[in-house]
């Protein structure tokens, strides 16, 4: 059962465009989401953070909204670039802690 | 320089082998752990080490023992293996306390159990 689900598995945008992927979490105790970005052969990255205090966070191209009612977050990335082309993980956890819940990661493609 | 270096970074063992996942850091961090990425799974939380001691531990099976020998160092033993334990292994670390929560991954370890 998973806690924490990611939609689409996989997108393609073209450059320039905006890239939304989608997550869902189950535990409403919930109270700190980050997304991760990961590039082959390499670990996870932090790319942004949300608390659940929050409806949006936003850092430069990457944007997170987040919809605590309805246990959804949103990832945008704007102008998406070539070199974004990578999987991208939303995570959550509660309380100070350092134990993920990871979703299963959305692959994106940024073509030229 | 990676800061969390974590070796070797390809492991091909035999089933019934044992092997040690190697994790060092650099980042002056009080907090390790381990997390296992799976194909076709969420990438999956396995140990939490705090100032050299366990904090929390998800692994069910006993064939995975953490061990840490000193502050920056949290390594994984794992014992018997299996196929299906085939899996991408990362160390991550944070600075707990601070309200800091951000983890830091190595560059993972990727074990295939023949």
């Known amino acids: 059962q998973q806690q924490v689900r990611q939609s689409p598995q996989s997108l393609t945008v073209w450059e320039g465009e905006t890239a939304i992927l989608n997550c869902s979490y189950e535990?409403?105790?919930?109270?700190?989401f980050p997304w991760y970005q990961q590039f082959p052969g390499e670990g996870p990255a932090l790319l942004i953070a949300i608390r659940s205090v929050s409806d949006k966070k936003e850092d430069g191209r990457f944007t997170i909204f987040f919809n605590k009612r309805e246990k959804k977050l949103s990832l945008h990335i704007t102008d998406s670039q070539p070199g974004d082309s990578a999987t991208y993980f939303c995570a959550a956890k509660k309380g100070n802690t350092g134990k993920l819940i990871f979703g299963l990661g959305t692959t994106l493609q940024v073509q030229p | 320089d990676p800061k969390i270096i974590q070796k070797p970074k390809y492991l091909v063992a035999v089933t019934g082998s044992e092997k040690i996942l190697i994790c060092e850091q650099y980042?002056?961090?009080?907090?390790m752990y381990w997390y296992r990425q799976s194909a076709k799974k969420p990438l999956e939380f396995m140990f939490s080490?705090?100032?050299?001691?366990?904090?929390d531990n998800q692994t069910a099976s006993s064939r995975f023992q953490p061990q840490s020998s000193k502050k920056n160092h949290l390594d994984l033993q794992i014992t018997a293996l299996k196929p299906d334990d085939s899996a991408t292994y990362f160390c991550?670390?944070?600075?707990?306390?601070?309200?800091?929560?951000?983890?830091?991954f190595g560059h993972g370890t990727k074990l295939s159990v023949l």
């Open positions: 080490y705090s100032y050299q001691k366990l904090m």
């Open positions: 980042l002056g961090h009080n907090a």
């Open positions: 991550a670390s944070s600075q707990e306390g601070q309200g800091n929560e951000r983890l830091f």
């Open positions: 535990n409403s105790a919930f109270d700190y």
